[in-house]
């Protein structure tokens, strides 16, 4: 079993920054693929980047540049670093863990971006 914690959301004024963490419990984090993913109000849930235990990273192609995605395999942490955020970044953030077998999600952590 696995959990998944997020952290770090809250309100931020528009072209502010944001850091989003994720703690993983269990002992699968470091073989695993982490994402992040969200999900705006009346909108899909969708990916907003995503890191393979390999090392490479895959971004929304309309976030690329803004967020970094990075992750601590010693302290199984995923982060996602936002910045220059938008009215339009607000959503609810999940956090997701991926391997054969094994798919989890957070409860979600809440980024408004608002003046």
């Known amino acids: 079993q696995v959990q998944l914690v997020e952290s770090g959301g809250g309100l931020v004024q528009p072209g502010g920054s944001l850091r989003l963490s994720c703690a993983a419990s269990?002992?699968?984090?470091?073989?695993?693929?982490m994402g992040w993913y969200r999900q705006a109000p009346g909108k899909e849930r969708e990916l907003v980047a995503d890191?393979?235990?390999?090392?490479?990273?895959n971004y929304a192609d309309s976030l690329k540049g803004r967020f970094t995605i990075s992750r601590d395999n010693a302290k199984n942490t995923v982060y996602l670093q936002m910045t220059s955020l938008k009215p339009e970044d607000t959503a609810v953030y999940y956090c997701?863990?991926?391997?054969?077998?094994?798919?989890?999600w957070g409860k979600g952590t809440l980024v408004t971006v608002s003046s």
């Open positions: 890191s393979t235990s390999f090392g490479s990273t």
């Open positions: 997701r863990l991926i391997y054969p077998g094994w798919d989890y």
């Open positions: 269990g002992s699968i984090f470091s073989i695993a693929t």
